[in-house]
């Protein structure tokens, strides 16, 4: 790991004699974590106690109760491995308040915390940092080149941002890492999570029908990676835009709850054949999407669009609209167009929506409400309810990309879209068997 990993939340001085603390948030794994390997270190040249603590916010009210058991599993595979190298974890699940006076009765050296780009995070670490008397830093373990190394702006496109990545990448790939046994620690000092307990205070709410078929944790995501390495990504950029066919990685979870690294991902299909395509969406357009959320505060609204993009919705705002649905019309899978409600009866029982269908969904809901802005709203509630990868810059991005033209160009100006790039039932059909795809998620109605 390099130290351009490391970003200070403050000035404030490394206290040295208390332990070192790791905040686990976003990257719930022991392999390719920075903010672990970090700690560590410190922990190590310091010959100080290392502690890791999570803050399950257990009432966060835009997930599901699904989401959070999702979550816990993660959490508990995490622990008993660290465990193993006798480095205790304690979940919490206090308010922000008394986390702090929790946090702070430790008398910490150095607070070290995951990365986000994302705007309630981020304003939730700048409290922590300005609250505690140690110094405080954010560890990127999200992207492979540190979001704010990759690039000091937002950048315009795949184009502008592809050239720095593929300058810098060399320099942030490191031959796989999980930390050492810590003996700075009291040996028995373990805290192994009680999965059951923890799942007992969620007060999300719990979704019927609602069965994500992804196996939650560290070590269902390496066999995923290693399923994916094996048999699909020999055809994945023939076969991605197909939803009749599972050919993508279904990394996309693992990867919002950091249960994998995308470096360990990288590693493994660096070498392969045929990889390009795939290389192209885990580095270059996630973190392209990262550095959206990370540079544009608006990237829930529009107005993060470029110029060009909201002049365009604007002008076209009052167009006459075929059909206007209102949210529980979308959410209910009740649209007349039955690849759309194919596409939202997949993520409502399953957590997934397969990439391709993503676009035309969330271009539909441009084209079927009354306004884009009231379009970015409804895509984004939909994708964050129910998406297990939800509540990430790559659907924000998504989004703003499918209705806000962000990383696009203007297209043929037409009705309501004015020059966002278009979609359609026909493309779909051209491009592969959409009534398989219909009767498989509408099997009543096909
Ligand atoms: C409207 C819309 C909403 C989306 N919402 C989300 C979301 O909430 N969470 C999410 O992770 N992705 C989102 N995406 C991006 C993309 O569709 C999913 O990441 C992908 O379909 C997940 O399937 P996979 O893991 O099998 O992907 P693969 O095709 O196997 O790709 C590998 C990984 O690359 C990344 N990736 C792939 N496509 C993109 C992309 N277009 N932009 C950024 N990163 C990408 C993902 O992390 C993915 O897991 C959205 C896209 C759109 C158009």
């Not at 297209?411 to 051209?430: A, D, H, P, Q, T």
């Amino acid at each position: 790991m390099s130290p351009e990993n490391i970003k200070e939340l403050n000035k404030k001085p490394l206290l040295v004699g208390g332990p070192v603390i790791y905040l686990m948030s976003k990257d719930i794994r022991v392999k390719n974590n920075p903010s672990l390997m970090y700690a560590q270190r410190l922990a190590l040249e310091n010959k100080l106690e290392l502690k890791v603590y999570f803050n399950l916010y257990a009432d966060l009210s835009v997930r599901s109760y699904q989401h959070f058991a999702f979550m816990i599993k993660g959490i508990e595979e995490v622990s008993v491995k660290l465990a193993k190298l006798n480095i205790p974890l304690v979940v919490s699940t206090s308010s922000e308040k008394d986390f702090l006076t929790e946090l702070r009765k430790n008398k910490p050296c150095i607070l070290i915390l995951d990365h986000s780009s994302l705007k309630h995070a981020r304003k939730k670490q700048q409290r922590v940092a300005e609250r505690l008397d140690c110094k405080v830093v954010t560890c990127d373990g999200r992207n492979i080149i540190p979001v704010w190394y990759l690039s000091d702006k937002e950048e315009h496109s795949a184009r502008t941002i592809r050239p720095k990545i593929n300058k810098l990448l060399p320099l942030f790939i490191y031959k796989n890492k999980i930390p050492a046994f810590h003996s700075y620690n009291k040996q028995g000092d373990k805290n192994l999570i009680n999965c059951n307990k923890l799942l007992a205070k969620v007060k999300a709410k719990h979704l019927s029908d609602y069965k994500p078929q992804i196996i939650p944790g560290e070590d269902a995501a390496l066999d995923v990676l290693g399923r994916f390495v094996n048999l699909k990504l020999d055809n994945y950029q023939e076969t991605r835009s197909d939803p009749t066919k599972e050919s993508t990685s279904l990394l996309s979870a693992y990867l919002h709850f950091g249960m994998i690294s995308p470096l360990t991902i990288y590693s493994a299909v660096k070498d392969m054949d045929n990889n390009a395509a795939f290389i192209e969406e885990l580095v270059v357009r996630r973190e392209l999407a990262d550095n959206y959320c990370y540079n544009n505060h608006n990237y829930d609204n529009l107005k993060g669009a470029k110029d060009w993009a909201q002049k365009t919705l604007i002008k076209h705002l009052s167009d006459r609209r075929e059909f206007v649905y209102e949210l529980q019309e979308f959410e209910s899978a009740s649209t007349h167009d039955k690849a759309w409600n194919a596409a939202q009866t997949q993520m409502l029982r399953t957590g997934f929506m397969h990439g391709y269908m993503r676009m035309y969904w969330c271009k539909k809901i441009l084209e079927w409400s009354s306004s884009a802005e009231t379009a970015i709203q409804t895509a984004i509630y939909l994708n964050d309810k129910y998406q297990l990868d939800g509540l990430d810059s790559n659907g924000y991005t998504g989004i703003m990309w499918s209705i806000a033209g962000i990383h696009d160009r203007p297209w043929f100006e037409r009705e309501v879209y004015g020059s966002i790039r278009y979609m359609n039932f026909n493309g779909l059909k051209r491009k592969f068997n959409i009534d398989s795809y219909i009767s498989k998620w509408l099997p009543k109605q096909s």
